[in-house]
């Protein structure tokens, strides 16, 4: 089956422009059928690319987690919108992704990661934000972790917390890990655990 891979952009126009930026995109793509969509209008927040590094322990078979209020589960009606995830952050102009990952993991939880494990990009509302996000998880040791943790002048009020890795995913399936940035990490280090443990050196 041809792919379809042809977009015509009539016009881009931006809405907003803020912490985050929002354009309105004109627009027809191409179809599975063949031909053109009619011409229709997007909205679409832009962001820059992001990391969402998972720390885990593989001596202790731990994670740390960060729980965190957010406004826009807030918004949709959350009755607890602080959010269990894993940390996460733009990359900074000029910043390769994986001392992103490094630098986010270190002033949200006070962790340092040694090893980082690529999961590759994902998208974690494609219809609506171009932010792209780099998956990883994070070698590192929880000894000692815990805590308040975050960067004042933005706005950041973060607790750290270590759970064992069957008690996060316990929380998964119990509905209380809500976040992608909590729930896609926890799910790749759950299917690549035994590799990494293995490569991480764990006994």
Not at 143 to 159: C, L, M, P, Y
Request: glycine share 10%.
């Amino acid at each position: 089956m041809t792919m379809p891979n042809t977009v015509d952009i009539a016009a881009r126009d931006r809405a907003y422009d803020g912490f985050f930026k929002m354009d309105v995109f004109t627009l027809r793509f191409e179809l599975f059928r063949g031909g053109m969509s009619p011409e229709i209008e997007r909205e679409v927040l832009i962001g820059n690319q992001s990391i969402c590094c998972l720390p885990y322990d593989p001596l202790r078979d731990e994670v740390v987690l960060v729980e965190q209020f957010r406004a826009a589960a807030y918004a949709a009606g959350e009755e607890h919108p602080w959010m269990l995830e894993a940390p996460a952050g733009f990359i900074e102009p000029g910043e390769e992704k994986n001392e992103a990952a490094k630098r986010e993991v270190g002033e949200e939880t006070g962790c340092t990661v040694t090893e980082l494990d690529y999961g590759g990009p994902l998208y974690s509302s494609q219809g609506a934000f171009s932010e792209r996000t780099n998956l990883f998880i994070g070698k590192t040791s929880t000894d000692g972790v815990g805590g308040i943790h975050g960067i004042a002048r933005e706005g950041e009020n973060i607790r750290v917390s270590v759970f064992p890795f069957d008690e996060a995913i316990a929380l998964f399936n119990a509905g209380k890990i809500q976040s992608a940035f909590g729930a896609l990490p926890l799910l790749w280090l759950w299917r690549h655990r035994e590799r990494l443990l293995r490569e991480w050196g764990a006994p």
